[in-house]
């Protein structure tokens, strides 16, 4: 790469000390008040910002252990993580005293008499380009297919395209705009994922209802679970499903799915980036669309779909698949498989199970209760969620449309490829 006019190659030991780390320590599940010293989690660094309360609270007797804090314009740095994951950083733009580096990230920070005058923020956004992830990724060492490590020796002689410090100021001061408006998108998102939450609460229990359908006259039933309006059905999962056994004999060439937490069913391949199936599939459960499927061994984590994907699908021969009955609307039953009491039943039942054999399976999972309003009303409750899911989507849709305009210009500014005006800073 043939560097701009006033750009030079240096290591990154040429302007920073040695990285600082903290040590492991052994902690415990109690949440942590802002004013408590906690240990940081690899996640503090995720999506390139810095999250000081992403940390857990050390047992008492491991407390005196913490000793290396964060500071103000440094650099963060995931020094051991899976491969994906390993050199994930973020920019610290203030003292964080109550947060702790643990031993799986280091710390950097800018030399007092550096060979090169080098700004950290245009180092972190440096670090946080396309080209240097990979590099970092290319360092990292280790047999493990899971975990990887980066070794000081190695970050230290990572060499960089480095242009003048009037210049990284400037690159510097333009992606903070980005990211400014990143951030306010962030901040959207999560305002209308709580209101999404609070609704889906209100709604499916009957605590809100939709106007014109109440019939309960203020009347309500209790269960073990709650109470729930008078007018709404107590009914078992059972009684408003059916499973569905179709087997794939025919050794049938349909796109295999596969299940995941927050998707719900996908392509398996599009998902996995590879096949992860059997090449024999005669022997895989056909799931059409319209219908429901879950991993039988691992729904305890919320991970149930519904096959709206192609018209038919396969899924392997450890899902359970079931159809609702015309009693219900999908798109309402969905919400209800997905809520927070739903997964607390799926873990208390699978638990349940012997030694967890089978996991939960559909005589199991048939056994749960639900609340269940009128169809109209289902319908109702599930136009309004979709609305709400729709804000969220147009909302992520605009984020990523920023993030990939963003990412364009790094790579420009950061290689050079384009320049910027810098008497401001000269």
């Not at 729904?299 to 015309?326: K, M, N, W």
């Amino acid at each position: 790469m043939k560097l701009p006019k006033g750009w030079k190659w240096a290591s990154l030991g040429s302007f920073l000390d040695q990285p600082e780390s903290g040590v492991s320590v052994l902690c415990e599940d109690n949440e942590l008040r802002a004013d408590e010293p906690g240990i940081l989690k690899l996640s503090c660094v995720t999506g390139g910002r810095f999250n000081p309360n992403d940390r857990k609270k050390p047992i008492p007797k491991e407390a005196p252990r913490l000793t290396t804090f964060v500071k103000r314009n440094t650099i963060l740095i995931s020094r051991s993580n899976t491969p994906a994951l390993v050199g994930a950083s973020a920019y610290v733009k203030n003292d964080s005293p109550f947060s702790f580096l643990p031993d799986t990230i280091w710390m950097l920070h800018a030399k007092e008499c550096p060979l090169v005058d080098v700004s950290m923020k245009w180092l972190s956004c440096l670090l946080l380009s396309d080209e240097q992830r990979l590099a970092l990724q290319r360092i990292a060492s280790g047999t493990s297919d899971s975990m990887k490590k980066i070794q000081k020796g190695a970050l230290l002689k990572l060499k960089v395209a480095v242009p003048p410090v009037s210049e990284q100021h400037k690159i510097a001061d333009i992606l903070s705009t980005w990211d400014a408006a990143l951030e306010k998108l962030d901040a959207l998102i999560a305002i209308k994922e709580r209101r999404k939450k609070g609704l889906m609460q209100q709604l499916l229990t009957g605590e809100k209802r939709v106007k014109g359908f109440d019939k309960s006259n203020g009347k309500i039933k209790r269960d073990r679970f709650g109470a729930y309006p008078a007018d709404w059905k107590n009914v078992s999962l059972g009684q408003i499903t059916q499973e569905a056994i179709t087997r794939n004999t025919s050794g049938m060439a349909l796109p295999v799915l596969s299940c995941t937490k927050h998707q719900g069913l996908v392509l398996s391949e599009e998902y996995f980036g590879r096949r992860v199936y059997s090449a024999n599939t005669s022997g895989y459960r056909v799931v059409t669309r319209g219908q429901f499927a879950y991993a039988t061994n691992h729904i305890e984590e919320g991970s149930i779909g519904y096959q709206d994907v192609c018209d038919a699908g396969l899924v392997s021969p450890i899902y359970t698949v079931f159809r609702s009955v015309d009693e219900v609307e999908d798109r309402y039953l969905y919400r209800v498989l997905k809520s927070t009491l739903l997964v607390h039943l799926y873990r208390a039942n699978t638990s349940a199970s012997v030694a967890r054999r089978g996991g939960l399976r559909y005589d199991e999972f048939a056994r749960i209760t639900v609340w269940l309003p009128c169809k109209d009303e289902q319908r109702a409750i599930a136009a309004i969620l979709d609305t709400s899911d729709e804000e969220l989507r147009l909302i992520s849709t605009q984020r990523a449309a920023i993030d990939q305009q963003k990412r364009g210009l790094m790579q420009k500014l950061l290689t050079g490829a384009k320049r910027v005006r810098t008497e401001k800073y000269d």
